[in-house]
């Protein structure tokens, strides 16, 4: 099958599913055509299967902004027109999916009749999609929509609770590559790290206000009265700046490491004692599953989809939003107790094999034959 993925190539979680999802139906054998205005952070290799389309917003003194939609569109209509394409696939509602229902209803000009399926990954449901300012094109755009899935049972209640839609959401669950991410002894690591032997807690996001970094810090300010231990942040965004500051306000810039965005984020999880992810809202957690994969049991919220990955008191212990006491509580009843831990971890680890990337992927290629079967079904009965 010919795919045009679509999707934001930064550290954000819809990127990395798109991009891993690319790769992995790549090495499947369908050829990928990637549509987005950088390389995706993770397309790292090479691949006769993949290929990579830049779109371009030239800009001009009357634009306060680059009509990235208008540049979107052209590029998906030229991509669709010279490669064959079977089917576009958008990750992040806003603005891709309103971007596809425009680029399908050009190509109709050139006979092609080319089905879209959206990816709903969270925020583009949960916070942005919810604001006035977006929520007309959202609702439209996930009707017009061929196809469309969710990556949580959590985010496919929530898009038809506010938006009403009567579309069927398919949900398929975010994936891990459980061989990239595996527990694996890196002793020499883990001492340049931790040197007396500290134990070792992690944080990964885009530093947004929704992951509550300061939430992070001050669970990491408790359980150091209480143990060694070091953390690692991992990632970089808006809040970095504000949790460097408490860091500071806090004496404990000894103790934290700033990171900023990594790639190889399986070696870090490898090192890892707890994986802590307190946000507000959280669709899936894929840096979660990340960890869990990794052997590395998590502390978080209970915040949307995250219960589906994180199963309180097997593999981590949730909390409601800004319990910081509580999350502190229960990180040190893992860290202070080797044979509970070691459980926890190996629970962990076993939880994250149900969400690996050889059984999830076929799931998206049985969907993309069902929309292609019905999409072209309902064309010719049209005709
Ligand atoms: O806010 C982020 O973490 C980025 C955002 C994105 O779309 O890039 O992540 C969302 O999609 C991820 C992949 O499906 C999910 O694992 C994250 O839970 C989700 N983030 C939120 O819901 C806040």
């Known amino acids: 099958m010919n795919i045009g993925i679509v999707c934001y190539p930064t550290y954000g979680g819809s990127g990395v599913v798109a991009t891993e999802l690319g790769k992995s139906l790549a090495e499947r054998g369908h050829r990928i055509h990637f549509i987005t205005y950088n390389r995706p952070i993770r397309l790292d290799l090479f691949s006769e299967n993949i290929f990579y389309h830049e779109v371009r917003t030239p800009n001009y003194p009357l634009f306060e902004f680059s009509p990235y939609e208008s540049a979107l569109a052209s590029t998906m209509v030229e991509v669709a027109r010279f490669n064959e394409i079977d089917l576009f696939h958008v990750h992040y509602a806003i603005p891709h999916a309103s971007v596809a229902f425009l680029a399908q209803q050009i190509l109709e000009g050139y006979d092609l009749h080319i089905p879209f399926i959206t990816t709903l990954h969270g925020t583009d449901i949960t916070l942005v999609g919810k604001d006035k300012s977006y929520k007309p094109v959202v609702r439209f755009s996930i009707e017009k929509s061929n196809g469309v899935t969710a990556v949580s049972d959590f985010l496919k209640k929530d898009t038809v609770k506010h938006f009403g839609v009567k579309q069927d959401i398919q949900v398929i669950p975010n994936f891990v590559d459980t061989n990239r991410f595996r527990p694996h002894n890196k002793d020499h690591f883990r001492k340049m790290v931790a040197s007396q032997g500290e134990k070792i807690l992690i944080h990964t996001s885009n530093f947004r206000k929704v992951k509550r970094i300061e939430d992070v810090i001050q669970v990491f300010s408790q359980v150091k009265d209480k143990i060694p231990s070091k953390l690692m942040m991992v990632g970089d965004g808006p809040e970095r700046g504000p949790a460097e500051n408490l860091c500071r306000e806090l004496d404990l810039c000894e103790y934290i490491t700033f990171l900023g965005s990594q790639n190889a984020v399986e070696e870090i999880y490898a090192i890892g004692d707890l994986f802590l992810m307190p946000s507000e809202s959280e669709s899936f957690g894929l840096s979660a599953l990340e960890a869990m994969a ?90």
């Open 294 to 383: 990794s052997g590395v049991p998590v502390i978080s919220s209970n915040a949307g989809g995250l219960p589906e990955v994180v199963i309180d008191g097997v593999n981590g212990f949730t909390s409601n939003v800004g319990e910081v006491d509580k999350m502190a509580t229960d990180a040190l009843s893992l860290l202070q107790d080797v044979e509970k831990w070691t459980t926890f971890s190996q629970a962990a680890r076993q939880h994250a094999e149900q969400f690996t990337r050889d059984f999830i992927v076929p799931m998206y290629e049985e969907y993309y034959q069902e929309i292609l079967k019905s999409y072209h079904t309902r064309q010719l009965s049209s005709t």
